[in-house]
């Protein structure tokens, strides 16, 4: 079986469900038949992949269901064993499902149906099967798995049987990538037409498993019918920076400002700092606690000091050459922080507001309005939910909507991290396709944030200097784990492959 490389663009589930009739028949092509499509390409990948397993396809009474009775008929017509589990009854399947079904079942297929709560289904009576289809619900699905379901998927994973999904793991919403208790985990998903923006992001990218694209022959004309603000960040249309010159020296690119590690806590603005070097600023300045500065400064010598509190800055001339600054790694909320963080806001230097610098501001919006300076925030979920007022788990729930406003009111480009980092500028919004679970160790935000910073030196567009650098730096932590695998990697780990990383996105001394 080829695989189909996965799409850039992404949609909302909602969009599709609305949209996909209509592409179809905009190609002469009538539902049931794309629906005989569907399962004829989830059934060729378990061929290709789990050939002559015996079947468990668990059908909800939709048209994702009607998927799976295709491919349990394609399945009993090379004399694999199978069996379909149906949460409803027959009687209750209508339109393209119940024609789906029917013919299952004129082949001799067998049907279980489960329409009554069980608290603990009888497991034993599934023991003969090898792989477990999952056709239950579909990109409509929202809220939470009904009891019976969510009863019979733990059985399903306390088994620990494969799972191939058909277009979204049940229990995950294909819109906004919330994750219902008890969503089934695939070993992959089968999409098809479209990318749902909701299986890229959060929860999410631990139930999909491999993705695996079908276009059904229609991805094409989707694409030319259906606008999307929102893609998969890739090699194929990822920003690039302008080649330097052969006369450039150290002041054409300029100077980056470092502010952050209150006294004791040296360890976040050294690490930012030195990505930033890493990345390409040529010149580095730290703003510490004065405790800390042996210790910025140790090993480092490339690096320079801008002093210890809000006077310093107003005396140092590494404020007048400054083109851009990075605020919050290991910085603290006490007084100091806050008189930091106000005097950056009141100027008009292009800006990354990182780490407790994000608490701080939450408290403190008004600030952000009246100055020429860009911003950049990058929070983690529960930096997220401080900004917006709300609970982790609302961020969690939507993490699409929440990336956009943020970047709305604050008026920023907003990076919101976590597995699938979103980038938005409050109306595009740029899914993240690299990196890894290795990386989440102590320190990589604050890395992050440094290169966010030297990147921003080398471009005039904020939005475009924060997709390099968060591509870039999962990457990074991506070639590092091939090599050493997944246990122990450091922060620091990654200034090693920058450099080389660099060369992809950055031309070479024009001679």
Known sequence: MVMQSLPQLAYAGTTVLAK?????????????????????????????????????VLCGKGNNGGDGFVVARLALQQSITVKVVLFARIAQLKGDARQACDEYLAIGGEIEEVDQDVLVPDDSKYEAYQLVVDAVFGIGFKGQLPSLVANFFAMIQARQLPVVSIDVPSGVNATTGEVSSHAIIAKATVIFMAMKQGLLTGEACHHVGELVFESLSLAHR?????????????????????????????????????IGGQSGMPGAIRLASEAALRCGAPLVSVLSAEQNHSMIMNNRYELMLAGSDVADLQANIALKKA????????LGQSEWAQSLLDFMLCSDLDLVIDADALSLLASNQTLMQGHTGARVLTPHPKEAAILLGCSIAAIENNRFDAVKKIANTYQCVCLLKGPGTLVSDGKQVFINTTGNHAMATGG????????????????????????????????????????????GLLASDLFSVFPTLLQSVYEPVSS
């Open 20 to 56: 996909e009739a209509e592409v179809a028949q905009s190609k002469g092509i009538v539902l049931y038949e794309l629906m005989k499509r569907a399962g004829q390409a989830v059934f060729n990948y378990i061929d290709s992949v789990y050939p002559n397993h015996s079947l468990l």
């Open 222 to 258: 989707f694409c030319q019918l259906v606008k999307t603000t929102t893609q998969r960040q890739t090699t194929e249309n990822l920003p690039t920076l302008l080649p330097r010159v052969i006369h450039q020296h150290k002041g054409h690119i300029g100077l980056l400002l470092t």
């Open 323 to 330: 083109k851009a600054a990075v605020i919050g790694p290991g």
């Open 444 to 487: 990589m935000g604050d890395v992050l944030a440094g290169m966010i910073g030297a990147l921003i030196l080398q471009t005039d567009n904020l939005l475009d200097a924060t997709r390099l650098a968060v591509y870039l730096h999962g990457k990074a932590g991506d070639n590092i784990a091939a090599e050493q695998g997944y246990v």
